[in-house]
């Protein structure tokens, strides 16, 4: 399937309703990023009613590489005994859109 | 022309305010937003937004139902162990004055119980020698630490039931004095309102494991988990107040996952994958009470260590990792819902 990008924040309630996901998959990565699929009319006035900002695939992945980038330096800085903790915690690993 | 009332024998009825509870079939139209409105049924299960927690959170617990729930504990970004308290009107988060006694994450919770009644047990409080025993109780505002500890202290195991009838089931420990080594145990407890006593161990020992929050003491089911480096289970395990029985497993094998529902019409959703390995999913699953079926629709946000709680019909997502403050309300087919009527 093709998708298209968009970049919105999720202000919670209202932001995906029932009604939109009965008509199309919305799909959330890192930084805001919304994948939609490419040819739904429905899917494209939900980006308008989220008032998000539509992205090319590349401008889409280097948003989330950012992001996973940054959770990455985190991880990377934490002590032996942090990466440790018992939180079940892995090193954030890099997300590629489809 | 064929009209409504000619094939119905009544007008649509006009009002100010759309009538519940809802009827399959009904239509009517609302004065004050101007709209014709029909009563449908869903065909499959559907994620839609809910209101964001005011703290990020993952391996929380959680009580009640999709509109009227609780998160407590957790860890909170960027590394805390959290005792914070919330509380879902069903639209938005109100962070409670006060929280739970020990911060914790990972510990059980009386999910089957209220926004007003619930219980915290388990879980790991981060000091020496980490997993806690320790239980508190929940009033409605204020956490309460009760004698009773569980007999085996231990993080990220399956729990259900209420404030006086609570299970908890499997789980996992950590120690200080072996970092990053996790051991598992088959241990089943009951608590009574006043103690924990041990029941029937389950088959496979795991952390990480979904329940069915609105099970029972006498009726509950777990699947899912951490079995061990690297193996991700999706073995399903049945229990009926005194022993477990294996039964069909899931179709997506996956630990860290968050479960809602009761031991014949469950629901399982997110957590982190077997293949590949330990990628954060949406993928949600329902139980029939006799197998599993994948539903189209996944969640929004794939991610793991969620707090879950309700129902297969009306269920909720809380928090976890990676995104930490969105909540998902889950809505199960077959039930009824108001859908605009439009000209396109």
């Known amino acids: 399937m093709a998708y298209k990008y968009c970049v919105a924040e999720n202000w919670g309630k209202g932001f995906i309703t029932h009604d939109d996901a009965s008509k199309f998959q919305v799909s959330g990565f890192p930084g805001n990023v919304w994948q939609i699929p490419a040819n739904s009319q429905d899917a494209n006035l939900w980006v308008n009613k989220v008032a998000g900002t539509f992205k090319t695939k590349a401008e889409a992945q280097t948003i989330v590489d950012a992001e996973v980038a940054t959770a990455q330096a985190a991880w990377d800085a934490l002590t032996d005994e942090q990466k440790q903790q018992p939180f079940n915690r892995q090193r954030p690993t890099a997300i590629v859109l489809e | ?344």
């Open chain 2, 1 to 344: 022309m064929t009209t409504y009332k000619g094939i119905n024998g009544f007008a649509v009825q006009s009002v100010a305010t759309d009538p519940s509870p809802l009827n399959e079939g009904q239509v009517w139209y609302n004065n004050a937003t101007y709209a014709f409105k029909v009563t449908t049924a869903t065909t499959v299960g559907t994620w839609a937004s809910g209101g964001n927690l005011n703290t990020a959170r993952r391996v929380m617990g959680a009580a009640g139902t999709q509109t009227s729930a609780l998160a407590f504990g957790g860890v909170t970004p960027p590394d805390a162990i959290s005792g914070a308290t919330e509380l879902y009107n069903g639209t938005s988060w109100t962070s409670n004055p006060t929280g739970l006694n020990t911060a914790r994450l990972g510990q059980g919770s009386a999910s089957a119980g209220t926004q007003t009644s619930t219980l915290s047990f388990g879980g790991n409080d981060g000091s020496p020698p980490g997993n806690t025993g320790a239980t508190e109780s929940w009033g409605g505002s204020t956490w309460t630490t009760v004698p009773a500890t569980l007999n085996t202290a231990r993080k990220q195991g399956g729990s259900c039931g209420t404030q006086t009838a609570a299970l908890f089931f499997t789980g996992g420990s950590w120690t200080p004095a072996e970092p990053g080594t996790t051991s598992l145990t088959t241990a089943t407890e009951k608590y009574n309102g006043t103690s924990w006593t041990t029941s029937g161990n389950m088959s496979t020992a795991r952390s990480g494991i979904g329940p069915a929050t609105a099970g029972s003491q006498t009726a509950a089911l777990g699947f899912g988990g951490y079995v061990s480096s690297p193996t991700r289970t999706a073995a399903t395990e049945s229990f009926n107040g005194t022993s477990w029985t294996t039964v069909n497993s899931m179709n997506t094998a996956r630990r860290n996952l968050a479960g809602a529902g009761t031991q014949t019409s469950a629901l399982a959703f997110g957590g982190l994958t077997q293949t590949p390995p330990d990628v954060n999913t949406g993928a949600t699953e329902l139980w029939n009470g006799t197998s599993w079926t994948t539903n189209p629709n996944s969640m929004a946000t794939a991610r793991s260590s969620i707090g879950g709680t309700g129902t297969q019909a009306a269920a909720l997502a809380i928090g976890g990792g990676p995104a930490g403050v969105s909540t998902e309300e889950f809505t199960g087919p077959g039930v009824a819902q108001t859908k605009t009527i439009t000209t396109s």
